[in-house]
């Protein structure tokens, strides 16, 4: 069905055709890419537009709030006004905020991910992931189910190109904005992940921090060919997850962001709902896997909107890995054997 060019429109056509449900999630992401493509006008207007990267408050817990981050989330709001979208769960709204009371989807976003790089000019993007409200369901209670009631998931990426990576779980599909018409067409159907790329996307500076399965499994590939993986990693760490998440899809890789010892980090800094949840759906769709080291993302079932959750994404094997350090009893780790021996040998 999905041949390379054709629109984000006709690609949603062709899938929903003759299926009102389907239709209505088309709608909603037709909506959210419009609303991007003018966020995505507004970014490349950088210091044109006065105080863009400038803080305005704060967002609790090391997250401070930009008035970036508060126009993207009144941009994204307003157009899901038009779509059938009952609620939105915001990362930049304490509490779900009500559009159509009785419409059959949610929407949760992260309006404008990396907002610590607005001023410094790398690519920012947003996250969203659409669920089905079910029969009797609040719109509170929908933004809370299990990722793998998701009916969709996405991110826009305002980088060199405006990218919108997107599944209806029909496979993660790739569409880069052209910038003539601003509309977006399909440039890679299908993605999948690679399982053999040697690079990680971990924030270092935290080394001390981590659990010991992380510190385990780092210090394996900082070994490299001299180590039990027998083969020399590359690093890459933007500070926007979209980025990382991107650059993942296209070319390989792992992303860890753990839990850690310092204060408000012991469930890491991502938010569950609106972060890790639509990621892990495309991540799984591409082939790859998501996990908080312990359970698969998508199996998670949200207390809180905002809740943090420590996120590991990338090829299968290497989730499976990190998630069978968290169960071999710290004690083993330290032992020489247990790294020379490597678990599960290349
Ligand atoms: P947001 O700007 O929406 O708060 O997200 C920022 C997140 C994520 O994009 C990135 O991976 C992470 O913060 C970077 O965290 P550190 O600054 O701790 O590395
Ligand atoms: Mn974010
Ligand atoms: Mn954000």
Same mark, same amino acid.
């Given at each position: 069905?999905a041949?390379?060019?054709m629109?984000?429109?006709?690609?949603l056509?062709?899938w929903?055709?003759g299926d009102?449900? #389907?239709?209505?999630?088309?709608?909603?992401?037709?909506?959210m =890419?419009?609303a991007?493509?003018e966020l995505?006008?507004?970014?490349?207007?950088?210091p044109?537009v #006065?105080?863009l =990267?400038?803080?305005i408050?704060?967002?609790g817990?090391?997250?401070?709030?930009?008035?970036?981050?508060v126009e993207?989330?009144?941009?994204f709001?307003?157009a899901?006004?038009?779509?059938?979208?009952?609620a939105?769960? +915001?990362?930049e709204?304490?509490?779900?905020?009500?559009?159509?009371?009785?419409?059959?989807?949610?929407?949760a976003?992260?309006?404008?991910?990396?907002s610590?790089?607005?001023?410094?000019n790398?690519?920012?993007?947003t996250?969203f +992931?659409?669920?089905?409200?079910?029969?009797?369901?609040s719109?509170?209670?929908?933004l809370?189910?299990?990722?793998n009631?998701?009916?969709?998931?996405g991110?826009?990426?305002?980088?060199?190109?405006?990218?919108l990576v997107m599944?209806?779980?029909d496979?993660?599909?790739?569409?880069?904005?052209?910038?003539k018409? /601003?509309?977006?067409?399909?440039?890679?159907?299908?993605?999948?992940?690679s399982?053999?790329? =040697?690079?990680?996307?971990?924030?270092? +500076?935290?080394e001390r921090?981590?659990?010991k399965p992380?510190?385990?499994y780092? #210090?394996?590939?900082?070994a490299?060919?001299a180590?039990?993986r027998?083969?020399?990693?590359?690093?890459?760490?933007?500070?926007?997850l979209?980025?990382?998440?991107?650059?993942i899809l296209?070319?390989?890789?792992?992303?860890?962001?753990?839990?850690?010892? /310092?204060?408000?980090?012991?469930?890491?800094?991502?938010?569950l709902?609106?972060?890790?949840?639509?990621?892990?759906?495309l991540?799984?769709e591409?082939?790859g896997?998501a996990?908080?080291?312990?359970?698969a993302?998508?199996?998670?079932?949200?207390d809180?909107?905002?809740?943090r959750?420590?996120?590991v994404f990338g090829?299968?094997d290497e989730?499976?890995?990190?998630?069978?350090y968290?169960?071999?009893?710290?004690v083993?780790?330290d +032992?020489p054997?247990?790294?020379?021996?490597?678990l599960l040998r290349?």
């Amino acid at each position: 069905m999905a041949s390379e060019q054709m629109t984000l429109a006709a690609y949603l056509e062709a899938w929903s055709a003759g299926d009102a449900s #389907r239709q209505e999630v088309s709608a909603t992401i037709l909506e959210m =890419a419009k609303a991007s493509a003018e966020l995505s006008a507004l970014v490349a207007e950088g210091p044109f537009v #006065r105080g863009l =990267a400038k803080t305005i408050g704060d967002a609790g817990g090391g997250d401070v709030k930009k008035f970036l981050d508060v126009e993207a989330h009144k941009l994204f709001k307003a157009a899901l006004q038009n779509a059938p979208v009952a609620a939105i769960g +915001s990362e930049e709204a304490d509490n779900a905020e009500i559009l159509n009371e009785k419409a059959p989807l949610v929407v949760a976003i992260d309006p404008l991910d990396g907002s610590s790089n607005i001023e410094t000019n790398v690519s920012i993007g947003t996250i969203f +992931s659409v669920l089905p409200v079910a029969e009797g369901m609040s719109p509170d209670e929908a933004l809370l189910q299990a990722g793998n009631a998701q009916v969709a998931s996405g991110f826009v990426l305002y980088g060199p190109q405006t990218t919108l990576v997107m599944t209806v779980r029909d496979g993660t599909q790739l569409f880069t904005m052209s910038p003539k018409d /601003r509309v977006f067409r399909l440039t890679r159907a299908n993605l999948q992940i690679s399982p053999n790329k =040697a690079e990680y996307a971990i924030n270092a +500076s935290n080394e001390r921090h981590w659990p010991k399965p992380v510190q385990t499994y780092m #210090r394996e590939l900082n070994a490299g060919t001299a180590g039990a993986r027998q083969r020399d990693f590359n690093m890459r760490w933007v500070g926007s997850l979209v980025a990382e998440a991107y650059r993942i899809l296209i070319r390989g890789g792992i992303f860890l962001y753990p839990g850690d010892s /310092r204060p408000g980090y012991e469930a890491g800094r991502l938010r569950l709902v609106y972060e890790a949840i639509p990621l892990a759906l495309l991540m799984t769709e591409a082939g790859g896997a998501a996990s908080d080291g312990t359970r698969a993302i998508l199996d998670i079932k949200p207390d809180d909107l905002h809740q943090r959750i420590p996120l590991v994404f990338g090829p299968p094997d290497e989730v499976r890995r990190i998630e069978y350090y968290f169960q071999v009893p710290p004690v083993e780790q330290d +032992s020489p054997l247990f790294s020379d021996r490597g678990l599960l040998r290349d």
